[in-house]
């Protein structure tokens, strides 16, 4: 074979080689990008995303009071602290999940937590200073860490924010 | 003969595309509907002053309003006591409507689509209204139909007024063609990428068929 | 490594073998011209509507009471819900659309004679299992042509000889069609692909027995064949471009041009549409119903003017082998069958007037004509043809076939490995 036909063949080899993969490539992306879609339809739709944000009303709430409100499907307990309350969590609470309660609350008054235990998901009772989850006995202050276990962690503060002093919106920080 | 054959098929093909042309029997004037969001919010305010104290849009919210980027404000002018995150619902409860029209009006949500010539329908409607000789309004298009002439096309000579009127219909009729189709833009758009990207993946498999089959002798 | 674990496979499963033998090396005539795109084009889009169903049935609610509300939930807020709406319904137009070029290339050439009836036969099964499919689906929107067309064709049902009312009811599962005749066309909706999956299966167990056909109608010698990879891989996915941009088309520009106007409306029992019209490919076929102002006589009419089909292998009885190609007669019906099934179209299409029943009759008793006249015309064409003379392979080849048929029918079936 002369030297001509030689390179030829190999740059036919790779003429052919090159638009196999671009077209591969190309062809790739498409199915790719058709998968998109399919995958994003199953992500919440724009109805049960506008039910992401909850807005609660805290007149009504008297000073040692609680209500219990439903956030994403969720029970988020909205404590009126009394000073009396508000002393008891003062310390940084047991060495179970250490957290000071300045971290957990915006105005020390109000208290808003979501009510699932972090140890299998119950909702735990409102039992003098503090909850009592009966599941398996795990215990809660009025800070909503956690005091006795099993649950690992305090319980989860929701992003919210005070769209004025008697509402907050729960869903997003402001 | 081949000739014959094609021209043929181009006939049938050509009297298959014009079928929807042939089975309309009304001529409708035609209306160019706006698309962009300032046409559209406009088209809103003037169907929740002219229509919606009867018809319910219940496939369309409040919030989707906000979200498509009309004004808050006005949006909750127009909700009046009803919840944001709720449907688009009559101001005029279904009794009072039966006891009024003998009738419930029909739901707006998807009237561009419902129509046979759709937005060209509805503009069409909407300026079909003329004075009886018994000096109530009749619609040349809906004769039977229970709805009061809400724009005042039939009580209208002046040209100046009617060319105003034209232009609330073309509103609310885009509006309308909006409400029926939210997704339409983003749709073309895609639609745009999605072709253009067709056809460079085709025309990539088109040289790749001829260079595997020039393998053959 | 993976050579290792393809090894490991073929000691106990026949993956290479089966790979080689009938998907890249599957010897496949190398004339065949783009109208054999179509078969693989039907099974794309098999998987696109199965793909874009099930995703769309996480949303949608087979209730009377939701189920329009669910499509309007899917079309406004889920995410790109409008597009897997718009893409399943074109598809079940692409689906006909396919199905119909593919019967009309195997008309046209002849790929139904022997032996290839059984590709032809359960590809008749299939066009029933997927009518049904779209049949059950169209119900689904719960619109007003979705409830009046149900309404219709149930109660064609009512022909059946003795019991047809009771039937009619059993379908339905409640006097009238409701919410049962919804939820069970939804399941049945969401089944039947699967059977087609099974069936398509057979389809092309038949195929790889008999080999495809090709446009000059003559088996090709075993030179003429060439590996299906990367000959027909490439021409397939080229063709699939093609096919892809015109449903895009449709898709994005024009989706609601297959929506009929009064199925965005919600079904209402009391108030039957101007004009009830079912979807284009059903057409011609309710054209051909309504054509026999008898019940009974016009349900007949329709089953046979979609059954007719299968009788193709024996109603040809042409020795002449392919198709159109070396047949002008049979070329010439072929295309005015064609003709009149657009005919058909369009009577089913218009709101009837005296005009139209009168085309439509004739129309039909043209489409059946055209089947019941084949078995004369093509004998005498066949004559006509051997006395113009033919070109010598074909010759040559009607008496290696009549010569193949004496020796099939003297020596039995057996074959290697048989037991019995």
Same mark, same amino acid.
């Given at each position: 074979?002369?030297?001509?036909?030689?390179?030829?063949?190999?740059?036919?080899?790779?003429?052919?080689?090159?638009?196999?993969?671009?077209?591969?490539?190309?062809?790739?992306?498409?199915?790719?990008?058709?998968?998109?879609?399919?995958?994003?339809?199953?992500?919440?739709?724009?109805?049960?995303?506008?039910?992401?944000?909850?807005?609660? =009303?805290?007149?009504?709430?008297?000073?040692?009071?609680?209500?219990?409100?439903?956030?994403?499907?969720?029970?988020?307990?909205?404590?009126?602290?009394?000073?009396?309350?508000?002393?008891?969590?003062?310390?940084?609470?047991?060495?179970?999940?250490?957290?000071?309660?300045?971290?957990?609350?915006?105005?020390?008054?109000?208290?808003?937590?979501?009510?699932?235990?972090?140890?299998?998901?119950?909702?735990?009772?409102?039992?003098?200073?503090?909850?009592?989850?009966?599941?398996?006995?795990?215990?809660?202050?009025?800070?909503?860490?956690?005091?006795?276990?099993?649950?690992?962690?305090?319980?989860?503060?929701?992003?919210?924010?005070?769209?004025? =002093?008697?509402?907050?919106?729960?869903?997003?920080?402001? | 003969?081949?000739?014959?054959?094609?021209?043929?098929?181009?006939?049938?093909?050509?009297? /298959?595309?014009?079928?929807?042309?042939?089975?309309?029997?009304?001529?409708?004037?035609?209306?160019?509907?706006?698309?962009?969001?300032?046409?559209?919010?406009?088209?809103?305010?003037?169907?929740? &002053?002219?229509?919606?104290? /009867?018809?319910?849009?219940?496939?369309?919210?409040?919030?989707?309003?906000?979200?498509?980027?009309?004004?808050?404000?006005?949006?909750?002018?127009?909700?009046?006591?009803?919840?944001?995150? &709720?449907?688009?619902?009559?101001?005029?409860?279904?009794?009072?409507?039966?006891?009024?029209? &003998?009738?419930?009006?029909?739901?707006?949500?998807?009237?561009?689509?419902?129509?046979?010539?759709?937005?060209?329908?509805?503009?069409?409607?909407?300026?079909?209204?003329?004075?009886?000789?018994? &000096?109530?309004?009749?619609?040349?298009?809906?004769?039977?139909?229970?709805?009061?002439?809400?724009?005042?096309?039939?009580?209208?000579?002046?040209?100046?007024?009617?060319?105003?009127?034209?232009?609330?219909?073309?509103?609310?009729?885009?509006?309308?063609?909006?409400?029926?189709?939210?997704?339409?833009?983003?749709?073309?758009?895609?639609?745009?990428?999605?072709?253009?990207?067709?056809?460079?993946?085709?025309?990539?498999?088109?040289?790749?068929?001829?260079?595997?089959?020039?393998?053959?002798? | 490594?993976?050579?290792?674990?393809?090894?490991?496979?073929?000691?106990?499963? %026949?993956?290479?073998?089966?790979?080689?033998?009938?998907?890249?090396?599957?010897?496949?005539?190398?004339?065949?011209?783009?109208?054999?795109?179509?078969?693989?084009?039907?099974?794309?889009?098999?998987?696109?509507?199965?793909?874009?169903?099930?995703?769309?049935?996480? !949303?949608?609610?087979?209730?009377?009471?939701?189920?329009?509300?669910?499509?309007?939930?899917?079309?406004?807020?889920?995410?790109?819900?409008?597009?897997?709406?718009?893409? !399943?319904?074109?598809?079940?137009?692409?689906?006909?659309?396919?199905?119909?070029? +593919?019967?009309?290339?195997?008309?046209?050439?002849?790929?139904?004679?022997?032996?290839?009836?059984?590709?032809?036969?359960?590809?008749?099964?299939?066009?029933? #299992?997927?009518?049904?499919?779209?049949?059950?689906?169209?119900?689904?929107?719960?619109?007003?042509?979705?409830?009046?067309?149900?309404?219709?064709?149930?109660?064609?049902?009512?022909?059946?000889?003795?019991?047809?009312?009771?039937?009619?009811?059993?379908?339905?599962?409640?006097?009238?069609?409701?919410?049962?005749?919804?939820?069970?066309?939804?399941?049945? +909706? @969401?089944?039947?692909?699967?059977?087609?999956?099974?069936?398509?299966?057979?389809?092309?167990?038949? #195929? !790889?027995?008999?080999?495809?056909?090709?446009?000059?109608?003559?088996?090709?010698?075993?030179?003429?064949?060439?590996?299906? +990879?990367?000959?027909?891989?490439?021409?397939?996915?080229?063709? $699939?471009?093609?096919?892809?941009?015109?449903?895009?088309?449709?898709?994005?520009?024009?989706?609601?041009?297959?929506?009929?106007?009064?199925?965005?409306?919600?079904?209402?029992?009391?108030?039957?549409?101007?004009?009830?019209?079912?979807?284009? @490919?059903? $057409?011609?076929?309710?054209?051909?119903?309504?054509?026999?102002?008898?019940?009974?006589?016009?349900? $007949?009419?329709?089953?046979?003017?979609?059954?007719?089909?299968?009788?193709?292998?024996?109603?040809?009885?042409?020795?002449? %082998?392919?198709?159109?190609?070396?047949? %002008?007669?049979?070329?010439?019906?072929?295309?005015?069958?064609?003709?009149?099934?657009?005919?058909?179209? @369009?009577?089913?299409?218009?709101?009837?007037? %005296?005009?139209?029943?009168?085309?439509?009759?004739?129309?039909?008793?043209?489409?059946?004509?055209?089947?019941? $006249?084949?078995?004369?015309?093509?004998?005498?064409?066949?004559?006509?043809?051997?006395?113009?003379?033919?070109?010598?392979?074909?010759?040559?080849?009607?008496?290696?076939?009549? !010569?193949?048929?004496?020796?099939?029918?003297?020596?039995?079936?057996?074959?290697?490995?048989?037991?019995?």
């Amino acid at each position: 074979m002369s030297n001509e036909t030689v390179i030829e063949a190999v740059d036919d080899g790779n003429r052919r080689n090159f638009l196999i993969k671009l077209t591969s490539v190309v062809g790739g992306a498409g199915v790719a990008a058709t998968c998109v879609p399919f995958v994003a339809s199953m992500n919440p739709s724009t109805d049960v995303l506008a039910k992401a944000e909850t807005e609660v =009303d805290l007149t009504g709430i008297t000073p040692g009071g609680i209500r219990t409100v439903a956030w994403q499907g969720k029970p988020v307990f909205i404590l009126h602290r009394t000073a009396e309350q508000i002393d008891s969590v003062k310390t940084v609470g047991n060495a179970l999940d250490p957290e000071p309660d300045e971290k957990r609350v915006q105005h020390p008054e109000w208290l808003v937590v979501i009510g699932v235990c972090t140890h299998m998901g119950c909702v735990p009772n409102k039992e003098g200073l503090g909850w009592i989850c009966h599941c398996h006995g795990s215990q809660y202050d009025d800070s909503g860490r956690v005091t006795r276990g099993p649950a690992p962690k305090n319980l989860e503060v929701p992003p919210y924010y005070f769209a004025a =002093d008697n509402k907050i919106i729960i869903g997003k920080t402001a | 003969m081949r000739t014959l054959m094609n021209t043929l098929w181009k006939a049938v093909l050509l009297g /298959c595309f014009s079928l929807p042309v042939w089975a309309n029997e009304a001529v409708l004037e035609k209306v160019a509907i706006e698309t962009d969001v300032k046409s559209i919010e406009r088209g809103a305010e003037a169907l929740m &002053g002219a229509c919606h104290s /009867c018809h319910s849009m219940k496939y369309l919210h409040y919030r989707d309003l906000v979200s498509y980027g009309m004004d808050k404000q006005k949006v909750e002018t127009w909700r009046g006591d009803q919840p944001l995150d &709720g449907a688009i619902l009559a101001q005029m409860g279904e009794s009072d409507a039966m006891a009024s029209f &003998g009738k419930v009006p029909p739901d707006l949500s998807l009237m561009a689509k419902a129509r046979d010539g759709g937005a060209n329908y509805l503009y069409s409607y909407l300026l079909g209204y003329y004075l009886k000789a018994d &000096g109530m309004a009749g619609n040349h298009l809906y004769p039977e139909t229970k709805m009061p002439d809400v724009l005042n096309v039939s009580g209208t000579t002046d040209a100046a007024q009617h060319a105003e009127i034209a232009g609330q219909a073309r509103d609310i009729v885009s509006f309308l063609a909006w409400v029926s189709d939210p997704h339409e833009a983003e749709r073309i758009r895609l639609g745009y990428y999605v072709i253009a990207y067709l056809l460079v993946l085709t025309t990539l498999l088109y040289l790749l068929k001829n260079q595997i089959w020039s393998r053959l002798k | 490594m993976p050579g290792r674990i393809i090894e490991w496979i073929d000691q106990r499963f %026949p993956l290479t073998s089966f790979v080689k033998h009938d998907l890249t090396g599957y010897p496949t005539p190398r004339n065949l011209s783009y109208w054999w795109n179509f078969g693989f084009l039907a099974g794309f889009v098999l998987v696109l509507q199965v793909a874009t169903g099930i995703f769309l049935a996480m !949303h949608y609610k087979a209730d009377i009471a939701q189920s329009f509300d669910s499509i309007q939930h899917i079309m406004r807020d889920v995410n790109y819900g409008w597009l897997l709406r718009y893409m !399943h319904a074109t598809g079940a137009s692409a689906f006909f659309f396919v199905i119909f070029v +593919h019967m009309a290339r195997t008309l046209y050439y002849g790929s139904y004679r022997a032996p290839r009836e059984l590709m032809w036969w359960t590809g008749q099964g299939l066009l029933l #299992l997927l009518m049904a499919t779209a049949f059950m689906g169209y119900l689904l929107p719960w619109g007003q042509m979705s409830f009046w067309g149900a309404t219709v064709i149930t109660n064609l049902f009512r022909a059946t000889p003795f019991i047809g009312d009771q039937v009619v009811i059993w379908l339905r599962g409640d006097y009238t069609v409701g919410d049962a005749t919804l939820t069970r066309f939804f399941s049945l +909706h @969401y089944l039947f692909p699967f059977i087609i999956f099974a069936a398509v299966g057979i389809h092309l167990v038949a #195929l !790889h027995t008999v080999k495809s056909s090709n446009p000059s109608g003559i088996n090709l010698a075993d030179k003429d064949n060439i590996p299906f +990879h990367p000959y027909f891989t490439i021409k397939d996915l080229y063709g $699939l471009g093609i096919f892809l941009i015109v449903y895009s088309v449709f898709v994005f520009f024009m989706p609601d041009s297959l929506i009929e106007p009064a199925n965005n409306i919600p079904a209402n029992p009391m108030q039957t549409p101007n004009h009830i019209v079912p979807e284009w @490919y059903f $057409l011609p076929f309710y054209a051909i119903l309504r054509s026999v102002p008898n019940l009974v006589g016009g349900v $007949l009419a329709m089953g046979l003017s979609v059954m007719i089909f299968a009788f193709m292998p024996f109603l040809d009885r042409s020795r002449i %082998p392919g198709g159109a190609h070396f047949r %002008p007669i049979f070329k010439i019906q072929f295309y005015l069958f064609l003709v009149d099934m657009f005919i058909l179209g @369009y009577v089913g299409y218009v709101p009837p007037t %005296p005009q139209t029943i009168v085309i439509g009759q004739i129309a039909t008793l043209c489409y059946f004509g055209s089947f019941f $006249l084949i078995p004369f015309v093509s004998k005498a064409e066949e004559r006509w043809l051997m006395q113009r003379g033919l070109p010598p392979e074909i010759t040559a080849l009607i008496e290696k076939e009549a !010569h193949d048929k004496e020796a099939r029918k003297k020596t039995p079936l057996r074959r290697k490995g048989d037991i019995a």
